[in-house]
């Protein structure tokens, strides 16, 4: 059964949306979901709430734990859109609606360790990094000038580690090295034997790689997919949406940056 990884989501539910349905459209049932559900974005509640529906399981990123219990060093824009996010939390009238988006909230975990259905390799998935769960940034030039930093994470890696955090997607392998999708024959990454590696699965609603569709990946077992790799493969896909919508959404909100709807035509 093909996993789909969505991560960063940051309250873009025009964006959302448009991924979970090329997920259906793949025929791809079971989605797993690497935390900041919320923060920057108009839609945090609706957000949440698909999450809490299509999701079988999530993680818990910096930005939902801000909005849960205190936006610690966040920059000026995304600790006010932190602040807002909470207050819309709290203007839900039905008592028995509120309780279960914070108890969703409060039940997330900073780390899982599962194989797929119909998998056979082991997969780590965290927000950030496996060192720091939620908070620590693995950026793509920390292949070349951070060699320490990545054997720190690589030591604490058994096989593939999935995560998000930078909203850039590709892949870090213990060379160490970084590819993006664009230098992946069709996108793809396929597991081998005797490489280890960090996968970045993008951001669907912030990307940051100065490519403003929506970003995801898909997860394929052995016998699943096109590729039909020993190990199984993982494959980037990129959906363009309605970022207008959401941009609109944002300047209508006088405590959201205008800024946070402007950077979503660029991708940065």
């Known amino acids: 059964m093909p996993t789909a990884v969505i991560s960063d989501i940051h ?160 892949v870090f392998t213990d060379e160490p090295d970084f590819y993006p999708p664009s230098e992946l024959g069709d996108a793809c990454y396929r597991f081998m034997e005797g490489e280890k590696a960090v996968v970045n699965v993008g951001s669907v609603g912030q990307p940051r790689d100065l490519d403003p569709r929506a970003s995801y990946a898909i997860v394929f077992g052995p016998d699943e997919g096109a590729q039909k790799t020993p190990l199984g493969y993982v494959q980037f896909v990129r959906v363009p949406y309605d970022i207008d919508a959401t941009a609109s959404k944002i300047r209508g909100i006088p405590e959201l940056s205008d800024w946070l709807g402007e950077r979503l035509y660029d991708g940065r």
């Open 11 to 170: 309250a873009n539910a025009s964006a959302l949306k448009t991924v979970l349905e090329d997920i259906d459209r793949r025929g791809v049932s079971r989605i797993i979901c690497l935390g900041d559900i919320v923060g920057y974005g108009p839609d945090p509640l609706e957000c949440v709430d698909l999450v809490r529906q299509r999701c079988a399981w999530s993680l818990m990123g910096n930005h939902d734990f801000g909005v849960l219990y205190e936006p610690t060093n966040f920059n000026p824009g995304a600790e006010s859109a932190a602040f807002w996010t909470r207050e819309q939390f709290a203007k839900e009238p039905s008592e028995k609606l509120l309780a279960e988006r914070y108890d969703f909230l409060g039940r997330l975990r900073v780390r899982v360790v599962e194989t797929p259905p119909g998998g056979a390799v082991p997969l780590l998935a965290v927000h950030g990094s496996p060192r720091r769960p939620i908070n620590e940034y693995i950026f793509p030039d920390d292949a070349m000038n951070g060699p320490d930093k990545m054997q720190g994470i690589f030591e604490r890696v058994d096989k593939v580690c999935i995560v998000g955090h930078t909203h850039v997607p590709g």
